[in-house]
């Protein structure tokens, strides 16, 4: 088993899980607008499956003997998600960009998927739950654009 290949695939994948959750509760915090109560419960939720996810992710990774950085210093470098705006946020501007988040990551972690077929498939199957998760998440925000 090629630990180190299959760590970097859980630590990219926690740096982006991590940095996505950031940012859900950063515009649970900031979204204003007429869908303000359904898009900040809704935000809620995606941070919280994004923690989850990010937690079990790392967990993997320290079962296979590796050791994952969720440090918020190495997620700033590392994140490839841009940074979401300061200060308040109108509603449709959040699905936008929750949206752009979602799809950077489900596209960067197919590929993980697909290559952890033949390194580990636990760790694959653990990323397959996520994505799925992901698509979701992907599907339910941008049903709101327009």
Same mark, same amino acid.
């Given at each position: 088993?090629?630990?180190?290949?299959?760590?970097?695939?859980?630590?990219?994948?926690?740096?982006?899980?991590?940095?996505?959750?950031?940012?859900?509760?950063?515009?649970?915090?900031?979204?204003?607008?007429?869908?303000?109560?359904?898009?900040?419960?809704?935000? !809620?939720?995606?941070? =919280?499956?994004?923690? $989850?996810?990010?937690?079990?992710?790392?967990? &993997?990774?320290?079962? /296979? +003997? %590796?050791?994952?950085?969720?440090?918020?210093?190495?997620?700033?470098?590392?994140?490839?998600?841009?940074?979401?705006?300061?200060?308040?946020?109108?509603?449709?501007?959040?699905? !936008?960009?929750?949206? =752009?988040?979602?799809? $950077?990551?489900?596209?960067?972690?197919?590929? &993980?998927?697909?290559? /952890? +077929? %033949?390194?580990?498939?636990?760790?694959?199957?653990?990323?397959?739950?996520?994505?799925?998760?992901?698509?979701?998440?992907?599907?339910?925000?941008?049903?709101?654009?327009?």
């Amino acid at each position: 088993m090629d630990v180190s290949r299959i760590g970097a695939d859980l630590q990219n994948s926690l740096v982006e899980l991590t940095d996505l959750a950031l940012q859900a509760k950063q515009l649970h915090w900031n979204v204003i607008g007429r869908h303000f109560l359904s898009l900040h419960e809704q935000l !809620d939720g995606l941070a =919280d499956e994004a923690r $989850t996810a990010a937690d079990a992710v790392a967990e &993997r990774a320290v079962t /296979l +003997g %590796d050791a994952p950085d969720g440090r918020v210093s190495t997620v700033a470098k590392e994140s490839p998600l841009p940074e979401v705006p300061d200060g308040r946020v109108a509603d449709l501007t959040v699905v !936008d960009l929750v949206v =752009d988040a979602l799809s $950077t990551v489900i596209i960067r972690m197919r590929p &993980r998927v697909a290559r /952890l +077929g %033949d390194l580990d498939p636990v760790t694959q199957d653990l990323l397959i739950e996520v994505l799925s998760g992901l698509e979701k998440q992907r599907w339910m925000f941008s049903a709101q654009q327009s």
